[in-house]
């Protein structure tokens, strides 16, 4: 189960950092990921990070202003996001894959999750 959580209502340049708390998983086998819907768009890469030595990924409209990190000990991973603008408005969605047998491997592509959280949503005033 994967619980994310620190979304809400922020004004364009602020910072917002969310959160996602896994349970019922090996987390430490585990390559963690996040996307993000906007309205009548289809889900997007947001940013990902291996299970271990802490390798990240971002996609191109985030990268510089989001880092993505994890707490193995607390099974969470931590997505911050900077300078905010309104374009980042989404429901954004906390992924798992059960197992990388790599512990450097990042995984951007949304099939390569099994488990998925239930997404908390975004929204960035101008």
């Known amino acids: 189960q994967l619980q994310a959580s620190g979304g809400g209502l922020v004004q364009a340049g602020a910072p917002l950092r969310l959160s996602c708390a896994a349970s019922g998983l090996r987390f430490t086998y585990s390559p963690m990921g996040w996307f993000r819907q906007a309205p009548g768009k289809e889900r997007e890469f947001v940013a990902a990070i291996s299970r271990l030595t802490f390798y990240t990924r971002y996609s191109d409209s985030v990268k510089g202003r989001f880092s993505i990190s994890r707490d193995n000990a607390k099974s969470t991973v931590y997505p911050e996001m900077n300078s905010l603008n309104p374009e980042d408005t989404a429901v954004y969605y906390c992924?798992?894959?059960?197992?990388?047998?790599?512990?450097?491997?990042?995984?951007?592509?949304?099939?390569?999750?099994?488990?998925w959280g239930q997404g908390t949503q975004v929204t960035v005033s101008s």
């Open positions: 992924a798992a894959r059960s197992f990388s047998s790599v512990g450097s491997k990042v995984f951007t592509d949304n099939s390569s999750y099994e488990y």
